[in-house]
């Protein structure tokens, strides 16, 4: 079992930037592929970037490709998404996912674990 926390949520201008930090509690963090997802009102949630429990293999969403950068420090068990050059469309509630099972969480059936989410607003 692990939990969840994100943060770093908020408003921010067009072209502007966010990192946000999602926390990790309970099962050593290093046994976790990571995933970002991200949902609007009235939409589906939706994947953003992934990355392996190593750190070194990455994947990204075609809209979130040059923009964000998923990272993780498995020393302080905690996953990190920079968003640079944020539009109105990326505005959503953020959620941090964790798997114990598949080593690339790139899919919401993949994902074992949820955090509460973030909120980011992107104004005009």
């Known amino acids: 079992q692990v939990q969840l926390v994100e943060s770093g949520g908020g408003l921010v201008q067009t072209g502007g930037s966010l990192r946000l930090s999602c926390a990790a509690s309970?099962?050593?963090?290093?046994?976790?592929?990571m995933g970002w997802f991200r949902q609007a009102p009235g939409q589906e949630r939706e994947y953003v970037a992934s990355?392996?429990?190593?750190?070194?293999?990455?994947y990204y969403a075609d809209f979130a490709e040059g923009r964000f950068t998923i990272s993780r420090d498995n020393a302080k068990n905690t996953a990190y998404l920079q968003m640079n050059s944020l539009k109105p469309e990326d505005t959503a509630v953020y959620y941090c996912?964790?798997?114990?099972?598949?080593?690339?969480?790139?899919?919401?059936?993949?994902?074992?674990?949820w955090g509460q989410g973030t909120q980011v607003t992107v104004s005009s």
């Open positions: 309970g099962r050593p963090f290093n046994n976790y592929g």
């Open positions: 990355i392996s429990w190593s750190g070194i293999n990455t």
């Open positions: 996912a964790a798997s114990d099972t598949a080593a690339i969480v790139t899919t919401t059936t993949r994902a074992n674990y």
